[in-house]
């Protein structure tokens, strides 16, 4: 979806946040900036008695949106001040969203693009072959135990998933992965 000067100004009522003090106006931004981009904020917006407490959740609510949205979209600096003259918001609040969400703007990409329900990527096995001999313990010696590990990214991070199995698991993995990477295969030529 695309950000348009309607969905704009149903994200943003600049009449409300026009009410506001430039000194309100700036710490309710800067706690919305830090909420956005996932950093825990020494001053909560509680603290912020400067007017009204509904006002002040009404801007917080609003001026987060319009950050997330912003990001979601990639929206530029130059684009997203076209747009916000199209609501009753004063030019000077203009600047300050626009110079906020400039120094912002790719940490709240990273932060919207680490939330979801991707799965990782597997980009590297090993394995390890071991058999055991004897045991201490009554359960049968002479059998082969495999140890795996799987090197997974997701969201640029290396991860590192280590199991244990006997050779019929393994075998089972193995089948499901073949299984699996047909399905993929069939789905694609379709």
Known sequence: ???????????????????????????ILQVAVSRACGKPNAEALTNITDSK??????????????????????????????????????QNYIEKFCESYASCKEELVETLESIGDDLP??????????YCIKSNIESPAGFPKFFVSLST??????????????????????????????????LSSV
Request: charged share 30%.
């Open 53 to 90: 407490p509904d006002d002040v959740k009404i801007a917080f609510a609003e001026l987060l949106k319009l950050l997330i949205e912003s990001a979601r979209n990639d929206i530029e600096i130059e684009e997203l001040n076209l747009l916000l003259t199209c609501t009753n918001l004063s």
């Open 121 to 130: 990527h597997i980009v590297d096995v090993d394995w390890q072959l071991d």
């Open 1 to 27: 979806m695309e950000l348009t000067e309607d969905r704009v100004k149903c994200l943003l009522n600049g009449k409300n946040l026009n009410k506001l003090d430039e000194q309100t106006f700036d710490k």
């Open 153 to 186: 990214v997701k969201h640029g991070k290396l991860q590192q998933f280590k199991f244990c199995c006997t050779i019929q698991a393994l075998q089972d993995l193995v089948y499901k992965l073949k299984d699996a990477a047909r399905h993929v295969e069939r």
